[in-house]
């Protein structure tokens, strides 16, 4: 008895183990390529197809899969065969010559498990992220059914068994599309309730979602539960007999394994509604019948936990008022920066945004007077005093009440009269300048006056371009003439044009002193702006 329950129990494993296996394209690493072989096989029905043929279609769809030379199709579709997506086809092969049956005597053909997978793998890349209406619809249908159903059976005479097969298939299709589409949707809100950096936008879309679409899901379900509970009370004792006149009407794929020994037993998988089974898991949807409690109590649950996550993340963005806000979007783009980031420029990133410096950084500024050198270990350097918040709390943000920010109107408007006052200066020099022009020896000038000239003057010798003279000077040294040796200053609207002449003594007389310029004269004039825009100079 015991190694019967042993053998059972191992030959189970091993059947779960090979339907596993099944999955296994879906995470190999040339997964791409044979989920595009496996859509060809699942566009066909009953068709055995060999290399060539997929071949072409493959190329035909277009993908990843196009390129895919005859070598390599033939060992992704033995490596499918191997794990049970695929099987090998008993089909006969015609062939008018040697090279033709090389090609197509490899048939292959769809297994009924890879169908399933596949099936189910194309509806994940499809719909997985998106949110899936519930039919709510259905419900009232399951309702009506029932009861029509209810008075059927328990009418004199009964029901006619096919219209108790159309009626009870119709039911249950309508019933397993409904469970499937709530949860569907309470997958996609879970996925959302796992967020807690929701902005103001999507928090809002969330609240309307929760507060509308749910709210109605939850009243309507509240509102059918008990009365289809009822229609089901009422069929509960009419069921076996009920399906035992179906199956006896009409048995289907499950009279095969009993037609006779010889016959091979052959697994049936029964429409909904045929098993007691079914009928048993409708009723615990609706009702609590085992002390585990209903679907219906579930989903109010469910819808209460929805509840209070909405109330989490509107708690969280009043405290985001406070600066005490999720930062999850923007760790996460900082995680991409470092993701695409050279690693010297991965290291510029952790340093701008975590302040991470050196080791002897601790981010406290010293004593002011106290000059401590770039290699000195923080081991052996002097102690830093700590403000309290940050050696206790860890944190540098100030408590009470934020000082306001101050006024800085005055001061700017000081700055403005100063700057005010020096253009002022300048211009005033610069009427002075051009009124003294040569007349330098009769004329006082002010510091600013003289200020100004020696700055034109600087600027004239600097961009002054030197002409050699023939011959040499009395002391035998070369010689040299200045050509455009001149400054301006377009704001204040003067020109200095510096010429050389031999013999020429200038005198400047100022307030703070007197300055003699041998060999050079000086011509001060005024500019001003013709009508196309050039400056035109007049020298007095």
Not at 297 to 321: E, G, H, I, V, Y
Request: net charge negative; glycine share 8%.
């Amino acid at each position: 008895m015991g190694a019967s329950v042993s053998g059972a129990a191992q030959d189970a494993d091993e059947e779960a183990r090979r339907r596993l296996d099944a999955y296994s394209y879906l995470s190999a690493p040339e997964r791409l390529e044979h989920i595009a072989i496996m859509r060809v096989f699942c566009g066909t029905l009953l068709a055995d197809l060999a290399v060539p043929d997929i071949m072409g279609k493959l190329r035909q769809g277009g993908g990843v899969a196009v390129g895919i030379d005859v070598d390599t199709l033939t060992v992704r579709l033995e490596q499918l065969v191997q794990w049970g997506n695929l099987l090998r086809s008993s089909h006969t092969v015609k062939a008018s010559t040697i090279s033709e049956y090389q090609r197509s005597r490899s048939r292959y053909q769809l297994s009924k498990l890879g169908e399933r997978i596949q099936r189910d793998a194309d509806g994940v890349l499809a719909e997985a992220d998106a949110a899936r209406e519930v039919s709510n619809e259905l419900l009232a249908l399951v309702e009506r059914g029932l009861r029509e159903l209810a008075d059927l059976v328990t009418a004199p005479g009964g029901i006619e068994p096919q219209d108790g097969l159309e009626r009870i298939s119709t039911l249950f299709v309508q019933f397993t599309e409904f469970a499937d589409s709530i949860r569907d949707f309470y997958a996609y809100l879970g996925q959302v309730l796992s967020r807690y950096d929701l902005d103001s936008t999507e928090y809002q879309g969330f609240k309307e979602l929760l507060l509308d679409y749910v709210e109605a899901i939850t009243e309507d379900v509240a509102f059918r539960a008990p009365r289809i509970s009822e229609a089901l009370d009422t069929l509960w004792l009419h069921i076996p007999a009920l399906l035992d006149r179906l199956n006896a009407h009409a048995q289907g794929l499950s009279g095969l394994s009993a037609q006779g020994e010889s016959r091979l037993e052959v697994r049936v998988q029964r429409s909904r509604g045929r098993e007691f089974a079914d009928w048993e898991g409708l009723r615990g949807w609706f009702s609590d019948i085992d002390g585990q409690g209903s679907q219906v109590d579930q989903l109010r649950d469910a819808t209460l936990r929805a509840l209070q996550s909405l109330l989490a993340n509107a708690k969280r963005m009043l405290r985001s008022a406070t600066g005490e806000m999720s930062r999850r979007k923007d760790l996460l783009r900082l995680a991409r920066w470092f993701d695409e980031a050279a690693p010297q420029d991965a290291h510029d990133i952790a340093v701008a945004a975590f302040g991470l410096y050196g080791a002897r950084h601790l981010g406290v500024p010293p004593a002011t007077d106290e000059v401590v050198p770039a290699y000195t270990s923080w081991w052996t350097g002097p102690v830093v005093e700590v403000p309290v918040a940050l050696r206790e709390r860890g944190s540098r943000a100030q408590r009470g009440r934020t000082a306001a920010v101050e006024d800085h109107s005055a001061q700017k408007q000081l700055l403005r009269e100063a700057a005010g006052q020096r253009a002022a200066a300048r211009a005033a020099a610069a009427d002075e300048l051009r009124s003294a022009s040569g007349r330098f020896a009769e004329v006082r000038l002010t510091s600013a006056a003289l200020g100004l000239l020696l700055e034109l003057l600087a600027t004239a010798l600097g961009n002054a371009q030197l002409r050699r003279r023939s011959g040499m000077d009395g002391e035998g040294m070369a010689d040299f003439d200045l050509d455009s040796a001149c400054s301006e200053d377009a704001e204040l609207g003067i020109r200095l044009i510096v010429r050389r002449t031999e013999g020429t003594q200038t005198v400047l007389h100022s307030a703070d002193g007197d300055l003699l310029l041998d060999d050079l004269g000086l011509d001060l004039g005024r500019i001003s702006v013709a009508g196309g825009g050039e400056a035109k100079a007049s020298v007095s």
